[in-house]
Protein backbone atom coordinates (compact mmCIF):
# COMPACT_ATOMS: atom_id res chain seq x y z
CA UNK A 1 0.00 0.00 0.00
CA UNK A 2 1.39 3.29 -0.92
CA UNK A 3 2.34 5.26 2.09
CA UNK A 4 0.18 9.03 1.89
CA UNK A 5 1.22 12.46 1.75
CA UNK A 6 3.24 13.73 5.21
CA UNK A 7 0.72 16.39 7.04
CA UNK A 8 2.14 19.79 7.13
CA UNK A 9 3.27 21.90 10.41
CA UNK A 10 -0.24 23.72 9.48
CA UNK A 11 -2.55 20.99 9.56
CA UNK A 12 -0.81 19.33 12.64
CA UNK A 13 -0.70 22.79 14.25
CA UNK A 14 -4.84 22.60 13.40
CA UNK A 15 -5.50 19.47 15.12
CA UNK A 16 -3.77 20.43 18.36
CA UNK A 17 -5.69 23.45 18.66
CA UNK A 18 -9.13 21.46 17.61
CA UNK A 19 -8.09 19.28 19.84
CA UNK A 20 -7.94 21.72 22.86
CA UNK A 21 -10.87 23.29 21.81
CA UNK A 22 -12.72 19.89 23.10
CA UNK A 23 -13.39 18.31 19.89
CA UNK A 24 -13.17 14.66 19.00
CA UNK A 25 -10.36 12.73 17.18
CA UNK A 26 -13.79 11.74 14.55
CA UNK A 27 -14.72 15.46 14.36
CA UNK A 28 -11.48 16.96 14.06
CA UNK A 29 -10.79 14.47 11.37
CA UNK A 30 -13.69 15.71 9.25
CA UNK A 31 -12.33 18.98 9.56
CA UNK A 32 -9.26 18.74 8.74
CA UNK A 33 -10.24 16.45 6.10
CA UNK A 34 -7.75 13.25 7.20
CA UNK A 35 -8.71 10.06 8.96
CA UNK A 36 -9.28 9.32 12.44
CA UNK A 37 -5.85 7.21 12.33
CA UNK A 38 -3.99 10.33 11.51
CA UNK A 39 -5.15 12.54 13.92
CA UNK A 40 -5.15 9.84 16.80
CA UNK A 41 -0.98 9.25 15.66
CA UNK A 42 -0.66 13.21 15.62
CA UNK A 43 -1.92 13.92 18.99
CA UNK A 44 0.04 10.86 20.03
CA UNK A 45 3.75 12.04 19.03
CA UNK A 46 3.03 15.33 20.02
CA UNK A 47 2.61 14.05 23.60
CA UNK A 48 5.71 12.13 22.96
CA UNK A 49 7.96 14.75 21.50
CA UNK A 50 5.81 18.09 22.48
CA UNK A 51 6.63 19.52 18.90
CA UNK A 52 4.44 19.62 15.08
CA UNK A 53 7.49 19.17 13.48
CA UNK A 54 8.22 15.84 11.76
CA UNK A 55 10.75 13.50 13.53
CA UNK A 56 14.30 13.49 11.80
CA UNK A 57 15.00 10.79 9.74
CA UNK A 58 18.80 8.63 9.68
CA UNK A 59 18.24 7.83 5.86
CA UNK A 60 19.40 5.10 3.69
CA UNK A 61 23.14 4.28 5.07
CA UNK A 62 25.73 5.32 2.62
CA UNK A 63 27.15 2.56 0.26
CA UNK A 64 30.55 3.86 0.66
CA UNK A 65 33.05 5.06 2.98
CA UNK A 66 34.50 9.04 3.08
CA UNK A 67 38.10 7.19 1.95
CA UNK A 68 36.08 5.14 -0.90
CA UNK A 69 34.56 9.02 -1.98
CA UNK A 70 37.49 10.87 -2.29
CA UNK A 71 39.19 7.75 -4.39
CA UNK A 72 36.35 7.99 -6.77
CA UNK A 73 36.91 11.59 -7.24
CA UNK A 74 40.64 11.33 -7.69
CA UNK A 75 39.94 8.37 -10.04
CA UNK A 76 38.47 10.92 -12.32
CA UNK A 77 40.71 14.03 -11.80
CA UNK A 78 43.42 11.25 -12.59
CA UNK A 79 41.58 10.44 -15.83
CA UNK A 80 39.29 13.07 -16.73
CA UNK A 81 37.70 10.85 -19.80
CA UNK A 82 37.17 7.66 -17.08
CA UNK A 83 33.49 7.02 -17.21
CA UNK A 84 31.67 6.55 -14.19
CA UNK A 85 30.82 2.83 -15.33
CA UNK A 86 34.83 2.69 -15.36
CA UNK A 87 35.53 4.46 -12.26
CA UNK A 88 32.82 1.83 -10.43
CA UNK A 89 34.31 -1.20 -12.03
CA UNK A 90 37.96 -0.16 -10.95
CA UNK A 91 35.97 0.51 -7.55
CA UNK A 92 34.57 -2.73 -6.88
CA UNK A 93 37.50 -4.73 -7.48
CA UNK A 94 38.25 -4.45 -4.18
CA UNK A 95 34.94 -4.52 -2.52
CA UNK A 96 33.28 -7.75 -1.43
CA UNK A 97 29.59 -5.73 -1.66
CA UNK A 98 29.40 -4.14 -5.14
CA UNK A 99 27.93 -0.41 -5.78
CA UNK A 100 26.23 0.68 -8.80
CA UNK A 101 26.68 3.20 -11.41
CA UNK A 102 24.31 5.41 -9.82
CA UNK A 103 25.88 6.09 -6.47
CA UNK A 104 29.39 6.74 -8.24
CA UNK A 105 27.26 9.46 -10.12
CA UNK A 106 25.93 10.98 -6.76
CA UNK A 107 29.32 10.95 -5.04
CA UNK A 108 30.95 12.81 -8.29
CA UNK A 109 28.73 15.33 -8.05
CA UNK A 110 29.21 15.48 -4.62
CA UNK A 111 32.69 16.98 -5.71
CA UNK A 112 31.06 19.03 -8.31
CA UNK A 113 32.88 16.72 -11.14
CA UNK A 114 30.11 16.83 -13.73
CA UNK A 115 30.16 15.24 -17.03
CA UNK A 116 30.81 17.80 -19.70
CA UNK A 117 31.68 17.76 -23.77
CA UNK A 118 35.28 18.59 -23.58
CA UNK A 119 36.20 21.44 -25.74
CA UNK A 120 38.57 21.54 -28.67
CA UNK A 121 41.62 23.31 -28.92
CA UNK A 122 44.81 23.00 -30.80
CA UNK A 123 47.76 21.70 -28.66
CA UNK A 124 49.96 23.73 -26.69
CA UNK A 125 53.62 23.22 -26.53
CA UNK A 126 55.22 24.83 -23.85
CA UNK A 127 57.64 26.64 -26.38
CA UNK A 128 54.24 27.56 -27.85
CA UNK A 129 52.69 29.00 -24.48
CA UNK A 130 56.03 31.33 -24.49
CA UNK A 131 55.57 32.72 -27.79
CA UNK A 132 51.93 33.41 -27.35
CA UNK A 133 52.50 35.48 -23.85
CA UNK A 134 55.90 37.23 -25.32
CA UNK A 135 53.35 38.22 -28.39
CA UNK A 136 50.61 39.55 -25.78
CA UNK A 137 53.33 40.94 -23.63
CA UNK A 138 54.13 43.70 -27.03
CA UNK A 139 50.47 44.09 -27.24
CA UNK A 140 49.51 45.03 -24.01
CA UNK A 141 49.38 48.92 -24.40
CA UNK A 142 47.79 48.46 -28.30
CA UNK A 143 44.49 51.28 -28.30
CA UNK A 144 41.94 50.22 -30.36
CA UNK A 145 43.00 52.07 -32.59
CA UNK A 146 46.32 50.27 -33.25
CA UNK A 147 44.00 47.30 -33.38
CA UNK A 148 41.97 48.90 -35.78
CA UNK A 149 45.28 49.10 -38.32
CA UNK A 150 45.36 45.34 -38.70
CA UNK A 151 44.26 43.09 -41.64
CA UNK A 152 43.07 39.97 -40.18
CA UNK A 153 43.10 37.06 -42.76
CA UNK A 154 42.47 33.09 -42.61
CA UNK A 155 41.23 30.44 -44.41
CA UNK A 156 38.79 27.89 -43.41
CA UNK A 157 36.71 24.82 -44.50
CA UNK A 158 32.84 24.75 -44.89
CA UNK A 159 31.37 21.54 -45.33
CA UNK A 160 27.89 20.35 -47.02
CA UNK A 161 27.28 17.70 -44.68
CA UNK A 162 28.83 17.85 -40.83
CA UNK A 163 29.62 15.40 -38.28
CA UNK A 164 31.50 16.25 -35.62
CA UNK A 165 31.57 13.52 -32.44
CA UNK A 166 31.47 14.98 -28.95
CA UNK A 167 33.86 14.11 -26.41
CA UNK A 168 33.10 14.29 -22.47
CA UNK A 169 34.79 14.42 -19.71
CA UNK A 170 34.47 15.29 -16.30
CA UNK A 171 34.89 18.03 -14.66
CA UNK A 172 34.80 21.22 -12.15
CA UNK A 173 32.69 24.03 -13.10
CA UNK A 174 35.90 26.18 -13.15
CA UNK A 175 38.42 24.03 -14.85
CA UNK A 176 37.21 23.88 -18.41
CA UNK A 177 40.65 24.68 -19.85
CA UNK A 178 42.49 22.38 -17.42
CA UNK A 179 44.51 20.35 -20.76
CA UNK A 180 43.17 17.00 -18.75
CA UNK A 181 40.07 18.84 -19.90
CA UNK A 182 40.66 20.03 -23.56
CA UNK A 183 40.63 17.92 -27.26
CA UNK A 184 43.47 19.27 -28.59
CA UNK A 185 43.08 19.66 -32.85
CA UNK A 186 45.53 19.83 -35.30
CA UNK A 187 45.16 21.30 -38.81
CA UNK A 188 44.44 19.35 -41.85
CA UNK A 189 43.16 19.91 -45.47
CA UNK A 190 40.54 18.99 -46.96
CA UNK A 191 36.88 20.43 -46.89
CA UNK A 192 33.58 21.10 -49.38
CA UNK A 193 34.58 24.65 -49.74
CA UNK A 194 37.54 26.18 -48.64
CA UNK A 195 37.98 29.77 -48.04
CA UNK A 196 40.43 32.51 -47.24
CA UNK A 197 39.26 35.88 -45.80
CA UNK A 198 40.26 39.23 -44.42
CA UNK A 199 38.67 42.34 -42.68
CA UNK A 200 39.92 45.13 -41.31
CA UNK A 201 39.38 49.03 -39.64
CA UNK A 202 35.65 47.55 -39.24
CA UNK A 203 34.92 46.08 -42.72
CA UNK A 204 35.21 43.06 -44.74
CA UNK A 205 37.90 42.78 -47.22
CA UNK A 206 37.91 39.99 -50.23
CA UNK A 207 36.95 36.24 -50.21
CA UNK A 208 38.46 33.86 -52.21
CA UNK A 209 37.29 30.05 -52.73
CA UNK A 210 40.12 27.89 -53.40
CA UNK A 211 40.02 25.30 -55.39
CA UNK A 212 41.94 21.94 -54.81
CA UNK A 213 44.85 22.21 -52.21
CA UNK A 214 45.94 25.73 -51.36
CA UNK A 215 49.70 25.68 -52.53
CA UNK A 216 52.52 28.56 -51.91
CA UNK A 217 51.93 29.74 -55.56
CA UNK A 218 48.25 29.96 -55.09
CA UNK A 219 48.54 31.60 -52.08
CA UNK A 220 51.00 34.21 -53.38
CA UNK A 221 48.97 35.13 -55.85
CA UNK A 222 45.47 35.81 -53.19
CA UNK A 223 48.46 38.38 -51.38
CA UNK A 224 48.97 39.90 -54.69
CA UNK A 225 45.80 40.46 -55.43
CA UNK A 226 43.40 40.50 -52.71
CA UNK A 227 45.17 40.48 -49.16
CA UNK A 228 47.52 43.69 -50.00
CA UNK A 229 44.75 45.59 -52.40
CA UNK A 230 42.31 44.78 -49.62
CA UNK A 231 44.72 46.24 -46.83
CA UNK A 232 45.34 49.12 -48.74
CA UNK A 233 41.99 49.99 -49.74
CA UNK A 234 40.55 49.14 -46.69
CA UNK A 235 43.42 50.50 -43.73
CA UNK A 236 45.65 52.48 -46.09
CA UNK A 237 49.58 52.25 -46.23
CA UNK A 238 51.57 51.01 -44.25
CA UNK A 239 48.48 48.84 -42.59
CA UNK A 240 49.65 45.53 -40.51
CA UNK A 241 49.42 42.60 -41.72
CA UNK A 242 48.36 39.30 -39.85
CA UNK A 243 48.79 35.61 -40.61
CA UNK A 244 48.92 32.09 -39.06
CA UNK A 245 51.86 29.98 -38.91
CA UNK A 246 50.60 27.88 -41.79
CA UNK A 247 53.60 25.96 -43.61
CA UNK A 248 52.67 27.83 -47.30
CA UNK A 249 52.46 31.28 -45.22
CA UNK A 250 56.07 30.94 -44.46
CA UNK A 251 56.98 29.51 -47.52
CA UNK A 252 60.31 31.69 -49.17
CA UNK A 253 58.62 32.81 -51.77
CA UNK A 254 55.43 33.95 -50.09
CA UNK A 255 57.96 35.38 -46.86
CA UNK A 256 60.14 37.70 -49.40
CA UNK A 257 56.92 39.41 -51.26
CA UNK A 258 55.89 40.11 -47.81
CA UNK A 259 59.57 41.47 -46.93
CA UNK A 260 60.13 43.78 -49.92
CA UNK A 261 56.82 45.53 -49.47
CA UNK A 262 57.59 45.79 -45.95
CA UNK A 263 60.81 47.99 -46.55
CA UNK A 264 58.94 50.26 -48.76
CA UNK A 265 56.70 50.73 -45.85
CA UNK A 266 53.82 48.86 -48.07
CA UNK A 267 52.97 47.19 -45.12
CA UNK A 268 54.24 45.99 -41.66
CA UNK A 269 54.03 42.00 -40.55
CA UNK A 270 52.90 40.85 -37.49
CA UNK A 271 54.94 38.56 -35.62
CA UNK A 272 51.80 35.37 -34.98
CA UNK A 273 52.20 32.61 -32.18
CA UNK A 274 52.03 29.25 -33.09
CA UNK A 275 48.78 27.56 -32.48
CA UNK A 276 46.52 30.50 -32.15
CA UNK A 277 43.73 30.55 -33.68
CA UNK A 278 41.65 31.59 -30.15
CA UNK A 279 43.67 34.73 -30.85
CA UNK A 280 42.39 35.57 -34.34
CA UNK A 281 39.27 37.38 -34.41
CA UNK A 282 38.24 36.65 -37.88
CA UNK A 283 37.88 32.90 -36.53
CA UNK A 284 34.46 34.20 -34.89
CA UNK A 285 33.54 35.32 -38.47
CA UNK A 286 33.87 31.80 -39.50
CA UNK A 287 31.21 30.54 -36.92
CA UNK A 288 28.96 33.26 -37.41
CA UNK A 289 28.93 32.41 -41.30
CA UNK A 290 28.81 28.73 -40.44
CA UNK A 291 26.02 28.83 -37.94
CA UNK A 292 23.88 31.05 -41.10
CA UNK A 293 24.74 29.00 -43.99
CA UNK A 294 23.69 25.49 -41.76
CA UNK A 295 20.10 27.17 -41.47
CA UNK A 296 19.47 27.02 -45.22
CA UNK A 297 21.14 23.41 -45.46
CA UNK A 298 22.73 23.59 -48.44
CA UNK A 299 22.81 20.41 -50.61
CA UNK A 300 25.97 20.96 -52.82
CA UNK A 301 29.31 22.78 -52.54
CA UNK A 302 27.97 25.10 -55.38
CA UNK A 303 25.03 26.01 -53.55
CA UNK A 304 26.94 25.99 -50.31
CA UNK A 305 29.43 28.67 -51.93
CA UNK A 306 26.32 30.89 -52.42
CA UNK A 307 25.25 31.13 -49.37
CA UNK A 308 28.97 31.83 -47.96
CA UNK A 309 29.19 35.04 -50.09
CA UNK A 310 26.00 36.03 -49.37
CA UNK A 311 26.80 35.48 -45.48
CA UNK A 312 30.09 37.47 -45.97
CA UNK A 313 28.78 40.40 -47.67
CA UNK A 314 26.46 40.53 -45.05
CA UNK A 315 28.47 40.93 -42.29
CA UNK A 316 27.88 44.43 -40.34
CA UNK A 317 30.53 46.98 -39.41
CA UNK A 318 29.45 46.76 -35.71
CA UNK A 319 29.93 43.15 -35.46
CA UNK A 320 33.22 44.12 -36.44
CA UNK A 321 33.87 46.46 -33.93
CA UNK A 322 32.64 44.00 -31.16
CA UNK A 323 35.28 41.64 -32.47
CA UNK A 324 38.14 44.34 -32.12
CA UNK A 325 37.28 46.11 -29.06
CA UNK A 326 37.66 42.54 -27.66
CA UNK A 327 41.08 42.03 -28.26
CA UNK A 328 42.82 44.23 -25.32
CA UNK A 329 40.46 41.68 -23.19
CA UNK A 330 41.88 38.55 -25.07
CA UNK A 331 45.23 40.06 -24.67
CA UNK A 332 44.93 40.30 -21.22
CA UNK A 333 43.87 36.63 -20.60
CA UNK A 334 46.54 35.57 -22.60
CA UNK A 335 49.17 36.63 -19.90
CA UNK A 336 46.65 35.82 -16.94
CA UNK A 337 47.06 32.39 -18.03
CA UNK A 338 50.61 32.67 -18.82
CA UNK A 339 49.95 32.28 -22.31
CA UNK A 340 48.07 28.61 -21.64
CA UNK A 341 44.46 28.13 -22.81
CA UNK A 342 42.05 31.08 -22.85
CA UNK A 343 37.98 30.70 -22.43
CA UNK A 344 36.95 32.93 -25.61
CA UNK A 345 33.17 32.71 -24.61
CA UNK A 346 34.07 34.64 -21.28
CA UNK A 347 35.89 37.66 -23.06
Not at 9 to 18: M, Y
Not at 262 to 274: A, F, H, R, V
Not at 299 to 323: D, F, G, M, N, R
Request: hydrophobic share 35%.
Amino acid sequence: MARGKELTVEKRSSILTLKKEGYSSRQIAAKVNVSQSVVIYTLKNFMDRDTCSSKQRTGRPRKTTEGEDRYIQTLSKRSRRMTAPEITHELNRSREDPIGVTTVKRRLLEGELRGCVAIKKPFLKPQNKVKRLRWANEHANWTISDWERVLWTDESKFEVFGNKRRVFVRRKKNEKLLPQCVIPTVKHGGGSVMLWGCFGANKVGSLVKIDGILRKEQYLKILQDHAVPSGTKLIGENFIFMQDNDPKHSAKVCQNYLKQLEDINKLKIMQWPPQSPDLNPIEKLWDEMDRKVKINCPKSEKQLWTYLESAWSEIQEETLKKLVTRLPRIVNAVIAQRGGYIDERSI
